[in-house]
């Protein structure tokens, strides 16, 4: 069950009326958390991506002792905010602007500051079968005979996904992915976390007619761990999109949780155009990499999302498009402004280059900025951005990597390494972080 609901409600005039949410939404712990204690909790981050479930427990004061990813581009993304966040505990932001800006490499901030530790808490590897075991020991060695606290991932969802079992003839059921939950219990077995936080697409409840979900949760059992779980959305805890994962939760003996916790839903006034407040307006093709980006917005920066120091927008380059697309789109937000979508088999001929007119007709969808939670963002967006497309006609493209990464609760100031296709795959693939804060700050109770 999602927990009480906690307020914060904004004005589309900037005042703040009223904020009772149990942080400042940026980086504080709730009010009956010891902080102190909070800092030494060590995570362990698997499957971890470009960093979403990392972030939110590092903003809730955790140390990452360890991520395993095997995407280079991610596992880039995620050193860079590893030396990120060890910049800032320095009062060394500007250092990192100016790697942002090109003046100075990464490699230099690592050597000038002593960030090898920080460098070093990146594995790049996938995790099978002929490697597990070394990988559970590089683990134990950056843990220095500590114990591990929790651990947190999940694996690649594709398996499990209602969308991968539609498009494979076998229904995914002989995808090696299935199984790689029995790695993550290795894990479990190996490092004895007192919690941990094991997150999938909510396809995952009924793969393989549930056997999926019921192995795991019988080998998690023999493994020490009571496990429960729920089906939650991102956007009942402020996040701006509508994004169902399970979250299944599991404790051992050593932990004070005795039941599946209790996550305080967000009840709030802003909707997703407030995440677009402040963007430069810019049309297809056009953008900067690297821009100065001036004006405040004071709900992104009460929810850790818009950072007045830093003073940088990255990303914020739309895609070329055909003259073909441009016209969809635009027909598109012509009709969105209806209360409608367009549907593909409804265009003129003229603009349809598909034959495929009896399924897949909401293939070209309009972001909607009106309401409390847009549709998901996928790492589809990677291949196209036609089902992204930006609600404002004068601008007609889709959105940027920035605006995506926005609509996930990304910081302003978290750079995804790599060119616009790979940046948009880890942004869709991602936890959104004030989710991730949101179950990480409620865990911390139970340590």
Known sequence: MIGIKQKIIYSQSGTEKENSFYSSCKTDMPNNVNISAAE???????????????EGFMQAGCEMITHIEMDKKACNTL???MVYHALLKKGKLNDYRNYVLGKITRDSLIEKYGLQKEKDSVICAKIEKNNIVELIQQVEKRLNGKGLDIIVGGPPCQAYSYIGRARDEHGMRN????????????????????????????????????????????LMKKAGYKTDYRILNAADFGVPQ????????????TSKLNGYPDFPAT????????????????????????GKFSKRNILLEKLGIFNPKFGILMDQVARPNTRQDLEIYRRAVLIKQKGENIKYNHLPEYL????????????????????????TIVAHIAKDGHFYIHPDIKQNRSLTVREAARLQTFPDDYKFEGERGPQ????????????????????????
């Open 40 to 54: 030494t909790i060590k995570v362990l981050d698997l499957f971890a991506g470009a960093g979403g479930l990392s």
């Open 79 to 81: 050193t860079t905010r």
């Open 175 to 218: 995808d090696d992915r299935n199984f790689l939950y029995k790695y993550y219990i290795e894990f479990l077995k190996a490092l004895k976390p007192k919690i941990f936080v094991f997150e999938n697409v909510p396809g995952l409840e009924s793969a393989g007619k549930g056997k999926y979900l019921r192995d795991m949760r019988r």
């Open 242 to 253: 509508n994004r169902k994962r399970v979250i299944l939760v599991g404790w051992s003996k």
């Open 267 to 290: 009840e709030r006034e802003y909707t997703v155009k407030d995440f677009f407040v402040g963007l430069p307006k810019i049309q297809a093709g056009t953008g900067r990499r690297v």
């Open 352 to 375: 349809k280059t598909h034959n495929n007119e009896d399924g897949f007709l909401d293939r070209f969808k309009v972001v909607d900025t009106n309401i409390r939670g847009s549709h």
């Open 424 to 447: 948009f795959k880890q942004i869709g693939n991602a936890v959104p972080p004030l989710f991730a804060k949101i179950i990480a700050s409620t865990i911390l109770h139970s340590i």
